[in-house]
Nanobody, 124 residues
Framework: QVQLVESGGGSVQAGGSLRLSCVAS????????MGWFRQAPGKEREFVAA????????DYGDSAKGRFTISRDNAKNTVYLQMNSLKFEDTAVYYC?????????????????WGQGTQVTVSS
């Protein structure tokens, strides 16, 4: 059974940084793309970033471009999301997910396994 466990969330002031991690078990991540999504209260789940199976390609949602960086360490079965210059509107629960295709995708339907989420709260 595939399990994804996110960590690294917390409370930070606007302008600060956080680094999220997602560790997978039950599946060798090196064959799959990985993505980060987020969901704020009352809003739909939103694409944040994705990385291809090799780490050679990445894609970002408009809200993340220039501030967030996705990376992966296949030897550790782990994907990361470095978030800099955080804004109040980045406040959300952040989820990692494994993608069915090996290339990046921003579509929720292309992801099959999801973590439980980690809360990020940015105070202004």
């Amino acid at each position: 059974q595939v399990q994804l466990v996110e960590s690294g969330g917390g409370s930070v002031q606007a302008g600060g940084s956080l680094r999220l991690s997602c560790v997978a078990s039950g599946r060798t991540l090196s064959k799959y793309s990985m993505g980060w999504f987020r969901q704020a209260p009352g809003k739909e789940r939103e694409f944040v970033a994705a990385v291809s199976w090799s780490g050679g390609e990445s894609d970002y949602g408009d809200s993340a471009k220039g501030r967030f960086t996705i990376s992966r360490d296949n030897a550790k079965n782990t994907v990361y999301l470095q978030m800099n210059s955080l804004k109040f509107e980045d406040t959300a629960v952040y989820y990692c997910a494994t993608g069915r295709p090996p290339w990046t995708s921003s579509m929720i339907k292309d992801y099959d396994y999801w973590g439980q989420g980690t809360q990020v709260t940015v105070s202004s």
